[in-house]
C-alpha cells in the first residue's frame, strides 16, 4: 500500500472478528514500528501482546476506570497491545536532567509517535487497531507484570475488524495550516 493511501484509509477499529492475529503478522508489525523516530534515538517503545483472554478481561473490567466503551472494545478484540516506554529516557540527560522544559512529557510524545507508526503497519497488514488512552497505568503495570523500569503508555487493541468503516470528516487545510 502506498504511504499516503495508507494515512488516509486507515481507521480506529473499535469491534473485531474472532480471528487470531498470528505472531508473524504481529512481528512484521513491529518490525515496521520499531522504526518511528524518538528522541535522540532512544527507541523507548516496548509491545506486549496480550493473547490470554482472562488477562484481556482483567483488564478490560479492572483497569478501564469504569469506562465501559473501552471494556467492550478491549474484550472483542484478538489480542491488546500493551504500548509501554522507558521510563526517564526520553527528554532526559544521561545525568538524569531533563534537556527542554517539557520535562518527562517527552516520553508521551515519543509514545505517540510509536502508536500511530504501529497503528498505520498494523493497517498495512490489513489488521485494525485503536489508540485508547482511558485506563489505570498501575493496575495494568500489575496485572501484565509490566517491569518498573517501563510506564504504560497506550492500550491498543487489535484484530480484523468486522465492518467497512468510512472516512470521517476531516477540517480542511486551511483551517489548519497558517503561515508568518
Known amino acids: 500500500m502506498e504511504l499516503k493511501e495508507g494515512i488516509k484509509t486507515r481507521r480506529s477499529v473499535r469491534s473485531f472478528t474472532d ?9 512484521k508489525i513491529i518490525d515496521i514500528s520499531r522504526m518511528a523516530p524518538s528522541w535522540k534515538n532512544t527507541q523507548t517503545a516496548r509491545y506486549v501482546v496480550v493473547e490470554d483472554k482472562e488477562t484481556i478481561k482483567k483488564i478490560a473490567e479492572d483497569a478501564v476506570l469504569g469506562f465501559a466503551h473501552n471494556t467492550e472494545i478491549i474484550e472483542g478484540a484478538a489480542a491488546l497491545v500493551v504500548l509501554a516506554s522507558v521510563a526517564k529516557r526520553s527528554g ?27 497503528c498505520l503497519a498494523a493497517h498495512d497488514e490489513g489488521v485494525g487497531s485503536v489508540i485508547l488512552g482511558i485506563f489505570d497505568e498501575k493496575k495494568v503495570a500489575e496485572i501484565i507484570g509490566l517491569p518498573e523500569t517501563q510506564n504504560v503508555s497506550a492500550l491498543i487493541p487489535i484484530g480484523y475488524s468486522d465492518k467497512e468503516l468510512p472516512a470521517v470528516p476531516r477540517k480542511e487545510v486551511a483551517d489548519l495550516l497558517s503561515f508568518i
Request: glycine fraction near 12%; hydrophobic fraction near 35%; charge should be negative.
Open 92 to 118: 532526559y540527560e544521561r545525568d538524569g536532567s531533563f534537556t527542554t522544559s517539557k520535562g518527562q512529557g517527552w516520553e508521551m510524545f515519543d509514545a505517540g509517535i510509536a502508536a500511530a507508526t504501529f
Open 19 to 27: 480471528q487470531k492475529v498470528s505472531h508473524e503478522t504481529i512481528e
